[in-house]
């Protein structure tokens, strides 16, 4: 099969592009390079990359040529930075959802959009997240993935597109910008930085190893139904308080790193979700979590090369406007 893979200079569609060339597809690449979609993510792989914007449609058509399915990985993707500014949120999650269905609907090419379990907000309290649960986002990172969700059964009904959704619990693993917590906290603590928990760091999320996220993704792909969503979650929930203790003692850093900081408003508490669908059609998370953690951790001690140039220029003046005052 011939893929085009929007966003695949991201973290998880990086893994999901190298899934795809082990399998034997033809893999084409569509990323507009922000901080976060890096080349040297896909230095060592063989695929085309176009560089572009997915909200740009002679851009979508231009990569989009030739292939018989587009996964869709590009987004914004960190709610922290949504919550400093949200405009590019909105362009990328929603409109360029939009530009890749008018794609697809042009050409009949095979569709999936890669989502997120924060659409179903917070579960504090509650039980698991469903597929046919509704939507209640809490942030503005989660409200465009689910703006640009909605574009998915309203073009399978209008325009009979053969398009599915997918939905992924907190994911994780080696190449993560070092923005989100486990590569966050892990480089941290290697540089012996502080640890910055949010608020009494109880917050609730479903890890789930990049590698099963993308068999999960990939299943989908071959064998999902248009219109419908499929749950992605690796079945367990543990509170930050507890993975950032994993990460102290896997890096063999001081206690004293971690510091419990002023939480960042409308703080979900708890994200789970129920996999049983996607389960029942055979596929299932094979990494544990102590083991998968474990590695990641080494992956990064290993590869200072990769993740040290990040954490300079833009990064450093995020990680300023995020954390200084916090850390204080």
Known sequence: MRVLVTGGCGFIGSHFVRRLLERGDDVRVLDKLTYSGRRENLED???ELVVGDIADAEAVSRAASGCEAIVNFAAETHVDRSILGATDFGRTEFFGTQ???EEVR???ARYVQVSTDEVYGDLAGRGSAKETDPVEPSSPYSVAKAAGDLHVPAYVRTFGVDASITRGSNTYGPRQYPEKLVPLFVTNALDGEP???YGDGRQIRDWLHVE?????IEFVLREGVAGEVYNVG???ERENVEI??????LTGADPALVRHVT???GHDRRYSLDSSKLRALGWEPRRAFDDGLAETVAWYRDNRSWWEPIKSGEYLEYYRRQYAERLA
């Open 234 to 236: 690796g079945g367990n």
């Open 212 to 216: 099963d996220h993308c068999t999960g």
């Open 263 to 265: 939480d960042r408003p």
């Open 45 to 47: 792989v063989d695929c």
């Open 244 to 249: 950032t203790r994993r990460i102290v003692e």
């Open 99 to 101: 530009v890749l269905l």
């Open 195 to 197: 640890l910055p928990v």
């Open 106 to 108: 042009r050409t009949g």
